[in-house]
Structures are given as C-alpha cells and as structure tokens.
C-alpha cells in the first residue's frame, strides 16, 4: 500500500486490479460453468466499468452467452427516483444475474439496485465488487470480492478507471 499524501492511502494499484478481475472472472466462472447465459450488470459509471473488464475476462474463459447490462440508482437517496436496468425485464427471468459494483460499503446501492429485480425471478442473483467492506447495514451478501477490507466508519474507498487505463483504489 503506497500513501498518496498524508490523508489518502493506495489500496489498490492498476496491476493489482487487472490481477483482482482476473481471478474474480476465473471464480465466477467456476461456480456458473453449467450455466448456459449469464446477465452481468453494473451500478452507475464505476460499477459499470468493473462489470466491463469482468465480462472481458468472462468471455474469454467461456464461450456462453454472456450478456452486459447497466443498472442505474442513485447512491445518495436511492428512493429518490425509480432504479432502472438496461435490458427488459422479461429478458432477465430465469436467468442467472451477477449485480456489480465498485465498492460494497454500507450494501445500500446494492440492496437497492436489485429492486427492479424483484418484478421477476431469476435463476439466481449473485454479486461482485472490487472491494468489500465488512460494515454492512442491509442485508446484501457479497458473493464475489477482489478485497475485504475492514475499515472505520468515517474512512470512505474511492476507486478510479481512469481513461488512460490507470486504475486505483484508494483509502481516505
């Protein structure tokens, strides 16, 4: 772990996450091998371009449909507006989703980003985030994590995807 300056703490570096979604698409693959299509949808922007390089990864380890959706809820009051999904609801049903986001802090965007999900039933429901912090206030197991970390209630995770391909997690 690298310090940034005196308040910020590197968790994770670009390397380091590459390695994490490598060996997260590898589990994923071993516990969905008999599936036969898999939804994979992200939360908003980060989560979004986590679920990208999973599935990158997915598709090389597999030759299954696997197919990539977006979830959009809004993290601060997420009753606010209604949480929408990118593909059609029937499209989901009885098939196998995997929820992702960046960071599993509290499990509120995660608890409320499967609302939509309710409407149908899927095969099953798993989820997967880079890093998982180990505070949660709702009821959200996280299947799939790159990092557990235990960490202060005032200290808040930010992880980047910048363009220039220079990924980090960060400690604050």
Sequence with gaps: MNSIDANTIEILNHRQILQKVRRLAIEIMERNTKEHELIVAGINNR?????????????EL?????RLTNIQVNPANPV???????????DLDGKPI????????????LFYACKP?????P???ETAVLVDRTHKSFPIQVDYHGMSLA????ESIEVYF?????YRAILK
Excluded: C, W, Y
Excluded at 151 to 154: A, C, E, P, S
């Design 98 to 109: 995997l929820v992702v986001d960046d960071v599993a802090n509290t499990g509120r965007t």
């Design 151 to 154: 960490t202060t209630l005032k």
């Design 62 to 66: 597999s030759d299954a449909p696997i």
């Design 123 to 125: 095969k099953q429901l």
């Design 117 to 121: 999900l309710l409407d149908i039933l």
């Design 162 to 166: 910048d363009d220039d391909n220079n």
């Design 80 to 90: 606010s507006e209604k949480v929408t999904i990118g593909l059609d609801l029937s």
């Design 47 to 59: 989560g979004m371009h986590f679920a990208t390089l999973l599935v990158d990864h997915l598709r």
